[in-house]
């Protein structure tokens, strides 16, 4: 049964719907969009006024955020352009086709740059500056799957030669070859930021976009137009670093920052929201933080069908598809898309009813027409006041047709046959012969073609080409003077202090410096208090670009917080990684912005390496220079805080990173020499290093620097006493490190009494004993013939007399991966296992670190080297009231 009465009421608010929508449409037209939004925020105050309850929504209809109307016409030749775009494709897929036709399984990406190349086509024909652009250089960061792409383009810019592309993924090859992915560390010359390990470009690049402000408030660098592209993936955004750190952009209107967002709705093993819609999901999450958001979603040939859609008929169908569906439309026939999605609504069908099943196929994505993108940029590129972000729908492996356009194995796609090599060459009309089509040749025209021609000029125009990282800053040559170490080496005459107070009243001093001063830049994850460092918040102040817009608290206090615009501190809040960010961007402004900055930042050493440890590996890629201090470090140093604090950990974690230099130092002498040392490497010599330095919260006397220890403090061990009982015929070489260093000097003097003579060594670093002894090792092998090299290890310790033992407050691995180059077997005591709340001396009973426990070690040793009676040992346990039969601290 029909019901009049329903049917009657639907029609009248259709035509009341329709006369809302005119009245919309007659201000818009009369008095413009502003005027038209005003008045909406109006109405859905009033309504709320009225107890209307609106429904919340963070998205907005599932359409391109520049509407056709509001579109520039594009400024380029767009023929031109997609031939080069075509051209950049083909060789971007034979680069990837080659290497694996040469060697199987060497890998390699097409399908992730044949979605984006319109992406970045359209940056580099019309947005991303090169340094020659008066000082507006823009800082990309390209999607690392894309590689082939942009090394494609760099061959048709005559930057990359054929047989580089051929060496593509083969990088020992003579002449060199192509780094699977943007390495700064492998091409120099080339990448500016590594972006592989996904999640790290994004925080890498907020980050940049606000030490860029940074540089310009402090007056280091002019005043720009410098903005930071981040081109990420969509199933990028997943890893917890991509949207992490989103709102400190937005709270801090870096409207310098623009992510693009390739929206294929593919990750690697399939969808990345089958059942739901990433864009909308990534839409709420960036406009609920306070970004711009540009969706790009449709291309032209979508305008007048959206243009007919008075109903909003298509925008709802469109915006009711699930990802998944999508993607199948995407491989399936314009038939299939007829009956689906058309096919929902007659009205729909009537809409497209003069369009052929060919024609519905070919209806592209805003992500693969130049138009569309461009205007998207320009959105980006103009708007003031927040960062934003463009989400980009494409198709992955876009032209790739039966080989893999938006199929599930897309991803992994690296072996095209004949057959489809054609297929791709058909589809974007590219010259490669028939008889060639199986090798899948490079092209490259001709110098003077108008391709060529015009991506010089493009790039000209835009200051140059990209990527290309600069080695020309010049090095800090005025260092601080060698007075401002002095101090520390003569000690404290017996009064108490840590490394970490060390440490805080040295950077400090080198904050005052005249002309060192302005380098360093402090950096803290909400721990300043911890590490005693409060004083600096009002020496040099907080950086905010804003000032302080209140009061602050304890302004009547001489350590008031201050924050200042031209503060100096980066006070990150409890965010190591994107403190770890702030570190790479300052150590790195050397290579990107020409500006010598040296970041110094101070976290809970249980944090880093453990924690951030992917992004300590992309600083090391990056040729970042600067300090880490892990602090509060040590195992049974860090009393109290117990097991997921206590580090144990971070200085074996430091060893594989190549370009780290990690020292464990004990006193202030050791921790001065180290930090002079380092600040003349990376900022006078412009080595491609940076630091780890563990600092402790343990208060004991600093002694003076024995004469001479300064090469051995930087080498990794120097002798900090002999043995006074020179007579005694029992001998211990003692090696001790950080804050257990003073518990192998008790150590010494109890085995006096037991008739033992010890010298104590101080072990500032195991890894650079650990490479040294390496280098060696592998010198000899190598030249068989030849006088061998002596490792430093053995250069010390070769000659001496009687058991080795070594002590550590971190795991037994460090002594025990040295013991190769000793004269006798080392024995190693450290602290494997999880941490207790406790205090220290229980903490170093339980880990057997103690003097006791050292003595011990020293007394086993020369039993069982029959030098002592072992009966005498078993006494000497019990006198030192040791348990023989406590837990094994590593597993319990
Ligand atoms: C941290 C991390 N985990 C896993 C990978 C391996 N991986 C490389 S690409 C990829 C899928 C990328 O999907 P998406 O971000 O959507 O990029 P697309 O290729 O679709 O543009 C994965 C899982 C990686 N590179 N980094
Ligand atoms: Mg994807």
């Given amino acids: 049964m029909r019901n009049i009465a329903t049917d009657d009421i639907a029609s009248l608010e259709s035509i009341e719907t329709s006369e809302w929508l005119d009245s919309l449409d007659y201000v818009l037209q009369n008095n413009g969009p502003a005027r038209a939004g005003q008045l909406l925020q109006e109405l859905a105050g009033h309504a709320r006024r009225r107890g209307i309850r609106l429904p919340f929504s963070a998205n907005t209809p599932y359409i391109n955020t520049v509407s056709a109307d509001q579109e520039v016409p594009f400024p380029g030749s767009q023929e031109l352009e997609r031939r080069i775009k075509s051209l950049v494709r083909w060789n971007a897929i034979a680069m990837v086709v080659r290497a694996n036709k040469a060697e199987p399984g060497i890998g390699g990406h097409i399908s992730t740059f044949a979605s984006a190349a319109t992406l970045y086509e359209v940056g580099f024909n019309h947005f991303f500056r ?128 623009i992510f693009v967002i390739n929206c294929n709705l593919q990750r690697l093993d399939g969808p990345v929201r089958g059942n739901g819609q990433i864009i909308q999901e990534l839409e709420a999450a960036f406009r609920g933080a306070g970004w711009n958001v540009v969706k790009c979603l449709w291309g032209r040939d979508w305008d007048p069908l959206l243009a007919k859609d008075r109903e909003g008929l298509l925008v709802k169908r469109m915006g009711e598809i699930v990802d998944g569906q999508y993607q199948k439309y995407a491989v399936e026939s314009g038939a299939y898309l ?23 196929k070919k209806l592209t994505l805003g992500g693969h027409d130049p138009l569309k993108v461009y205007n998207a940029y320009k959105a980006a590129v103009e708007f003031k006041g927040a960062p934003t972000v463009v989400l980009v729908r494409t198709i992955k492996g876009y032209g790739m047709g039966e080989a893999g356009e938006g199929k599930n194995i897309a991803h992994q796609q690296k072996k095209l046959s004949e057959d489809e090599l054609r297929a791709v060459r058909d589809r974007f009309m590219l010259p490669v012969a028939d008889e060639k089509i199986g090798e899948a040749p490079y092209y490259r025209p001709d110098e003077k073609s108008p391709e060529i021609s015009y991506l010089r000029e493009r790039r000209k125009a835009l200051g140059g080409s990209l990527p290309v990282r600069s080695k020309k800053t010049a090095p800090i040559e005025k260092l601080p003077p060698p007075e401002l170490f002095e101090e520390f080496y003569k000690g404290t005459d017996g009064r108490t202090a840590s490394t970490t107070m060390v440490f805080v009243r040295l950077l400090s001093k080198l904050l005052r410096d005249a002309d060192f001063g302005k380098v360093v830049v402090p950096i803290v994850p909400d721990e300043a208090r911890t590490f005693g460092m409060e004083a600096l918040f ?47 961007a300052a150590g790195t402004a050397y290579s990107i912005h020409h500006v010598n900055t040296l970041p110094f930042f101070i ?81 006078k010599e412009q080595e491609s290093i940076f630091y780890y330095l563990t600092v402790m919260n343990e208060q004991y006397a600093m002694p003076p620097m024995p004469e001479g220890a300064k090469e051995g403090i930087l080498k990794g061990m120097y002798q900090f006493s002999k043995a006074k009982n020179t007579a005694a015929k029992l001998k211990a070489q003692l090696l001790g ?156």
């Fill in 538 to 584: 009002r020496q040099v102040g907080i950086y905010s670009h804003v000032g302080q817009l209140y009061e602050p608290v304890d302004m009547d206090t001489l350590l008031y917080y201050k924050e200042s615009t031209d503060g100096q501190i980066l006070e990150e809040g409890i965010n190591e990684a994107g403190s770890l960010a702030s570190f790479i």
């Fill in 130 to 257: 090169a340094a020659g652009a008066d000082g507006n250089r823009d800082v990309v960061y390209y999607q690392g799957h894309a590689a082939p792409g942009i090394y494609s383009r760099a061959f048709l810019e005559g930057r990359l030669t054929e047989a580089q592309l051929e060496n593509f993924r083969r990088e020992l090859k003579p002449g060199g070859g192509l780094s699977s992915y943007p390495h700064p560390w492998l091409m120099p010359d080339f990448w500016e930021y590594p972006t592989v390990s996904m999640g790290l470009s994004p925080i890498m690049a907020i980050y940049q976009a606000r030490f860029i402000r940074y540089l310009e408030d402090r007056g280091l660098k002019p005043q720009s137009n410098t903005k930071v592209w981040a081109f990420l993936g969509d199933g990028e955004t997943d890893e917890p670093e991509s949207l992490g750190a989103i709102t400190l952009p937005a709270r801090e209107k870096l409207d310098n920052l």
């Fill in 603 to 683: 976290f809970y050493s249980m944090f880093g390496f453990q924690r951030v440890g992917d992004l300590i590996w992309a600083a090391a890629d990056s040729r970042c220079r600067g300090f880490l201090l892990g602090g509060t470090a040590g195992r049974t140093t860090l009393a109290g805080e117990g097991l997921q604090h206590q580090d144990g950990n971070s200085q074996l974690l430091a060893y594989p990173v190549p370009n780290c230099v990690a020292y464990d130092p004990a006193f202030a002498y050791e921790l001065a020499v180290i930090i002079e040392d380092g600040i003349r490497r990376m900022c």
């Fill in 338 to 360: 007829r009956e689906h999605f058309w096919g929902a609504d007659p009205r729909l069908l009537e809409m497209v009813k003069h369009l052929s099943d060919d024609d519905l």
């Fill in 737 to 892: 490190s950080g804050a257990i260093l003073p518990e192998v000097i008790k150590a010494a003097e109890l085995l006096e009494k037991f008739g033992v003579a010890a010298d104590v060594w101080s072990v500032t670093s195991y890894g650079e004993l650990y490479r040294d002894g390496n280098a060696c090792d592998r010198w000899n092998m190598l030249h068989p013939a030849q006088k061998p090299h002596v490792p430093y290890l053995t250069q010390c310790l070769g000659k001496s007399e009687g058991v080795i033992v070594a002590a550590s407050d971190y795991v037994k691995a460090l002594p025990n991966s040295i013991d190769r180059w000793l004269p006798r077997p080392i024995v190693a005591l450290g602290t494997d296992g999880f941490g207790r709340s406790e205090g220290r001396t229980a903490l170093r009973e339980f880990f057997e670190v103690d003097a006791r426990f050292i003595a011990v070690g020293a007394l086993s040793a020369l039993a069982r080297e029959k030098q002592i009676d072992a009966k005498l040992v078993e006494k000497a346990i019990k006198d030192l009231g040791i348990d023989p039969e406590k837990k094994n601290p590593a597993i319990s």
